[in-house]
T-cell receptor
């Protein structure tokens, strides 16, 4: 099976712009979660989608949003980019989305905001 | 809210020596426990997880971890490391009360294996 894929792998934007990141989960997986990784804050949970519904949300401002499509692919959007949004954004998928399920991570999208 | 503390931010270790990475979590609720590894420029890969039962959990690549409920710890060990074990290791928990897949991670421990 193909793993979790994320596109693009690298992205450079300027402050005030918006960005959309894409994640394709492992075939058959219905849960997709997003995490932000920075040197200062570490790995932080953004949100989780299951069957096109947002099921959990982390403590991030409303500029961060996401959605999931009927084929389980997910996108996250960040509007009005700030310098502090520079980070590695990781997507993870799991089969049933339960608390004990293993999450399989993609390689991430490295976002740089100038 | 859950919190996870990894007591060592960096651990240098010589090849073929043992290594232990420490992880403590807040005890307010029941959790599932995970260890993930991140190699440079890659995503995270599951090493092992504790759900229930035996407190000693064996994972991939010769790693094992021991769950200690009284000390709210889940330390990771490997008896003999290789150069290829150089990576960052993350301890994580998920809250049994919360529906869905939400992981709370510790700050990570960088392991540098020296020849």
């Amino acid at each position: 099976k193909a793993g979790v894929t994320q596109t693009p792998r690298y992205l450079i934007k300027t402050r005030g712009q918006q960005v959309t990141l894409s994640c394709s989960p492992i075939s058959g997986h219905r849960s997709v979660s997003w995490y932000q990784q920075t040197p200062g804050q570490g790995l932080q949970f953004l949100f989780e989608y299951f069957s096109e519904t947002q099921r959990n949300k982390g403590n991030f401002p409303g500029r961060f949003s996401g959605r999931q499509f009927s084929n389980s692919r997910s996108e996250m959007n960040v509007s009005t980019l700030e310098l502090g949004d520079s980070a590695l954004y990781l997507c993870a998928s799991s089969f049933g989305g339960g608390q004990s399920d293993t999450q399989y991570f993609g390689p991430g999208t490295r976002l740089t905001v100038l | 809210a859950q919190s996870v503390t990894q007591l060592d931010s960096q651990v240098p270790v010589f090849e073929e020596a043992p290594v232990e990475l420490r992880c403590n979590y807040s005890s307010s609720v029941s959790v599932y426990l995970f260890w993930y590894v991140q190699y440079p420029n890659q995503g995270l890969q599951l090493l092992l997880k504790y759900l229930s039962g035996s407190t000693l959990v064996k994972g991939i690549n010769g790693f094992e971890a021991e769950f200690n409920k009284s000390q709210t710890s889940f330390h990771l060990r490997k008896p003999s490391v290789h150069i290829s074990d150089t990576a960052e290791y993350f301890c994580a928990v998920s809250d049994k009360r919360t529906a869905g897949n939400k992981l709370t991670f510790g700050g990570g421990t960088r392991v540098l294996v020296k020849p």
